[in-house]
């Protein structure tokens, strides 16, 4: 991403200057104010580019994309079919019919070809799906050999699409009764819970739920205003165990005790997530206290960060 804001102020005092020191038939300061001048910011995930608008006195809005499609939104998404370099453009007119451009080359030749929006697994008990998820969307974790404390949960994948987020797990059964997923839904540690599990998280938003009642969680959303800075225990249940914000697949049973699961949490119940996202995973046994953590703690004891998971 480029922003050329300051570039564009600086020309714009140019124009200001040279007009004021020139000129004095017209109202030279309102001319210069109202030039137009484009500029705007993208974000790429795989072939879908988001373009946000930073124009200054625009009245109408072209895009041409550079594969030959175009747009007339202020802030339009696009989909690109191929993963090569496109050259972008903005065009925006003001006042007087006065135009401005921004041109900008787009490279995703460095992506995958699969989209982001065809992630999708399939709550079978079939884990093969998993491997087909694109590394730059898929975001893992296995419990580290130094582990002594906290070894319920021994592996977690997360990914997601428009609609879910996917999780799988592998976990010792008879040390885990509940599962907890921790949410940072805008990727900042200042807004949320500031957890003692992972640094560098402030969670919006805890699901907790039973492995008895299907993980069906009772969601929680974190209150920022009596949260003490996010290092209060302090949630407001939004959401009670019967709704089903999870959904999951049988759990499959493997040697010493080990099941696996995959399931799925429905976004529409969290709301306001970001493209990026901060995840981890806790699971209590049945005496409530904490029996497995992913990711793990670091060998010297101190916290780890959490997954980061890319979203649509
Ligand atoms: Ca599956
Ligand atoms: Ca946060």
Redesign the pocket.
Known sequence: MKNINSLSKLILLTITSFILFSCSDDDPVQIALYLPVANFSYEAFEKKVVFTDKSENADSYYWTFGDGETSTEQNPTHFYKGNKKYSAELTIRGERGKTSSKKVTIDLSDGSSTDPEDVN??????????LEVPASMLATSTIAAHVTDLVALKELKLCGNDDYVFFYMKADKTKFMVAQFYIDKNNDADTGFLGWYWSGIGSEFLLEGAKDDGLAPTVFEYDDENGNGGTNWSWIERHAPAAKTIEI?EFIEGENDIVEV?GRIIRSYIPELGRTVKMGVALVGSDWSASGLLPSKLEDGSLNNPLTVKLP
């Not at 399939?122 to 093969?128: A, Q, R, Y």
Request: proline share 0%; aromatic share 16%; glycine share 8%.
């Open positions: 697994i399939t709550l079978d008990g079939k884990f093969n799906d998993w697949s995959e």
